[in-house]
Antibody, heavy 125, light 108 residues
Framework: EVQLLESGGGLVQPGGSLRLSCSAS????????VTWVRQAPGKGLEWVSG????????YYAKTVKGRFTISRDNSKNTVWLNLDSLRAGDTALYYC??????????????????WGQGILVTVSS | SYELTQPPSVSVSPGQTASITCSGD??????ASWYQQKPGQSPVLVIY???KRPSGIPGRLSGSNSGNTATLTISGTQAMDEADYYC???????????FGGGTKLTVL
């Protein structure tokens, strides 16, 4: 059974940092890209960042580029999202999701077929 | 930046057909995916590559994409289909995933 489990969220002050983790199981981790999508309370889905199966390709939304960093360790079946210089507007439920393929053959997201339950990040003083 | 536009809400009677549209410049030249999200739950992929269904998604959900509009069609709508639906595509120009604003489907 494919499972994705997010952790590392919480309450942080503006300007602070957090590190989110996405631990995966139930599939060959290296064969799939992973993406982060967030959802502010009562709002729609917003894509944040993604990383290819081998970690060689990364993408970021314009709103987080330069502040967030995505990485993965395939020996640990884990993807991380480092969140720096956090703002109130970053408050959201953060989901990690598996892409349908690795991106190595075609570096374009192609639908996110499994999602975690999400982890809440609250930026407030 | 690339934008996808969806109607905020669509209503349908049980057993009827619901159509949810998603508009974007030359969207038909890209692949569109659709996600269903019920309250308090994570999104679920229901359509990818315009018209393909993942395993486990019922055949009454279908998709199309041409010109500037992608459409999710739900035939024989059931109460269990009541949810928020989001379209999504990839914009190669900005190397960004783009989501539509979402459509709340109400089954009256």
């Amino acid at each position: 059974e494919v499972q994705l489990l997010e952790s590392g969220g919480g309450l942080v002050q503006p300007g602070g940092s957090l590190r989110l983790s996405c631990s995966a199981s139930g599939f060959t981790f290296t064969k799939f890209a992973v993406t982060w999508v967030r959802q502010a309370p009562g709002k729609g889905l917003e894509w944040v960042s993604g990383i290819s199966g081998n970690g060689g390709i990364t993408y970021y939304a314009k709103t987080v580029k330069g502040r967030f960093t995505i990485s993965r360790d395939n020996s640990k079946n884990t993807v991380w999202l480092n969140l720096d210089s956090l703002r109130a507007g970053d408050t959201a439920l953060y989901y990690c999701a598996r892409d349908r393929h690795s991106w190595e053959a075609a570096p374009e997201p192609d639908g996110f077929d499994f999602w975690g339950q999400g982890i809440l990040v609250t930026v407030s003083s | 930046s690339y934008e996808l536009t969806q109607p905020p809400s669509v209503s349908v009677s049980p057993g009827q057909t619901a159509s949810i549209t998603c508009s974007g410049d030359k969207l038909g030249d890209k692949f569109a995916s659709w996600y269903q999200q019920k309250p308090g739950q994570s999104p679920v992929l229901v359509i990818y590559q315009d018209n393909k269904r993942p395993s486990g998604i019922p055949g009454r959900l279908s998709g199309s994409n041409s010109g500037n509009t992608a459409t999710l069609t739900i035939s024989g709508t059931q109460a269990m289909d009541e949810a928020d639906y989001y379209c999504q595509t990839w914009d190669t120009t900005t190397a960004s995933v783009v989501f539509g604003g979402g459509t709340k489907l109400t089954v009256l």
